[in-house]
């Protein structure tokens, strides 16, 4: 029984320890969608979505998130079987029976009963126990991974319905106001100061116009679509999103973000791996130890009637076998581990820097576009359109106008999509929210 209870206390300590240090280094994206997983059970809404709702179903939800959780506890189960003894062997042992003459049947027969008992030296259980309780740790790395994939996938989504509801709105305005111009030429028209070609080419555009409102409308069906599936959902039950895209800040120093990149998980697991790796070297030369098998019993001898105790010890010759390729094995995937963490903090370093880039390039599109190309387009129109009622501008001329107004502010819901999705990928990429970046 002591033993039992030494041995549970053992793999409970290891679970712990495995626990707290996966706790420890939950990048500080995830703390607060990590207190929102343990939240009561969110179903989809039938009005609008907000991103907390949507990262809540997305984290509750995920099939993906569910395969990995269930990962860590598989791993636990490996540890725990990992730091059990071995079981004791029990052995019969009845000699000297059914011969011929004085050992016929049963008159000498000798019975021995033993128990023999496995003992691993040189840590061999404790050092497969903590291999067992750094794989744990590794896959709740990779389940932190995978968590931040998602948030990273809502966010994304979430801001493609938002941009898509924009963009159906943008649409509705121009047909609006094709619409209204069409009015404005057949009342001219009417009035015999225009003539009809200009009504045609007023019904192309709103024709044109519709077209456009039309493919936007089904790109915002797709995109809630989207969003819907990543907590499995194979239909939007949200009517639409409520957010702000035009929440956009300056862009940090690239070397305070640099900084932050050992907050990703994908990076961070490699410590964890290179441990693992080291203690399985350890392992494989602690195998190189033969461990003794040793037997302890009782045997009764029929012919005399005596009775006595019996004792062995056997324990293998390490003559071929000194575990020689194991130890190379290991010796060489530590070494491979130290190479794929280079590799993986090269290729964070390079995606982080190309992001960032691209962030830069949508942050000053959006200041240009918002602070002069719009004003000035939108000022543009608004004297030319008034001109033409006037006489002193043709009807290409508006045409022309508004489809610069409109394509700007086309051009900055684009910039407004890019910059937030940007923005998310290198929030994944160094686990924290750039807000939180001085």
Do not use: C
């Not at 794929?340 to 949508?362: G, S």
């Not at 004003?375 to 006037?390: H, K, L």
């Amino acid at each position: 029984m002591k033993l039992v209870l030494t041995q549970s206390i053992l793999v409970l300590l290891l679970l712990l320890i495995a626990t707290v240090t996966a706790q420890n280094e939950i990048p500080p994206l995830l703390k607060d969608v990590a207190a929102s997983k343990a939240s009561p059970d969110v179903k989809p809404p039938r009005g609008e979505l907000t991103l907390r709702q949507a990262l809540k179903l997305a984290l509750q939800h995920n099939p993906q998130l569910t395969v990995y959780s269930l990962e860590i506890r598989t791993r636990e189960a490996a540890a725990l079987q990992a730091a059990l003894w071995p079981n004791p062997e029990l052995t019969v042992d009845v000699e000297n029976f059914a011969g011929s003459g004085a050992l016929s049947a049963f008159k000498s027969n000798e019975t021995t009963i033993s128990v023999g008992q496995l003992f691993e030296l040189a840590g061999k259980r404790q050092k497969r126990a903590r291999v067992a309780s750094l794989a744990v740790e590794s896959a709740t790395y990779d389940y932190r991974a995978k968590q931040l994939d998602v948030f990273t996938r809502v966010v994304m989504a979430f801001n493609h319905v938002l941009a898509s509801q924009q963009f159906v709105e943008l649409n509705l305005d121009l047909l609006t106001l094709a619409q209204e111009f069409k009015e404005n030429i057949v009342r001219r028209v009417k009035a015999g100061r225009l003539s009809p070609v200009e009504l045609s080419r007023a019904d192309v555009e709103v024709a044109n116009a519709r077209i456009s409102l039309l493919r936007s409308q089904k790109t915002l069906t797709a995109a809630r679509l989207g969003l819907a599936s990543i907590w499995g959902a194979t239909q939007a039950s949200f009517s639409k999103v409520s957010g702000n895209m035009e929440n956009v800040t300056a862009v940090p120093r690239i070397d305070r973000l640099m900084n932050r990149l050992t907050q990703n998980p994908d990076l961070a697991r490699w410590q964890v791996i290179k441990k693992q790796r080291l203690v399985e070297q350890n392992l494989a030369r602690a195998m190189r130890i033969p461990d003794p098998v040793i037997n302890a019993g009782w045997r009764k001898l029929n012919e005399s009637g005596s009775q006595a105790f019996v004792a062995g010890l056997s324990i293998p010759l390490p003559f071929f076998n000194r575990n020689q390729g194991a130890i190379q094995e290991t010796t060489v995937r530590l070494k491979q581990s130290a190479w794929q963490e280079r590799f993986v903090r090269l290729k964070l370093q390079t995606l982080l820097k190309q992001k960032y880039q691209t962030l830069l390039a949508a942050y000053e599109s959006l200041q240009s576009l918002k602070n002069e190309i719009i004003p000035q387009a939108r000022n543009a129109f608004a004297t030319i359109n008034d001109g033409y009622q006037q006489g002193k501008f043709g009807f290409l001329d508006v045409l022309d106008a508004r489809r610069t107004l409109f394509a700007s502010r086309e051009a900055y819901l684009r910039n407004l999509k890019d910059y937030h999705r940007t923005r998310a990928q290198i929030e994944r990429l160094i686990g924290q929210s750039l807000a939180n970046v001085k």
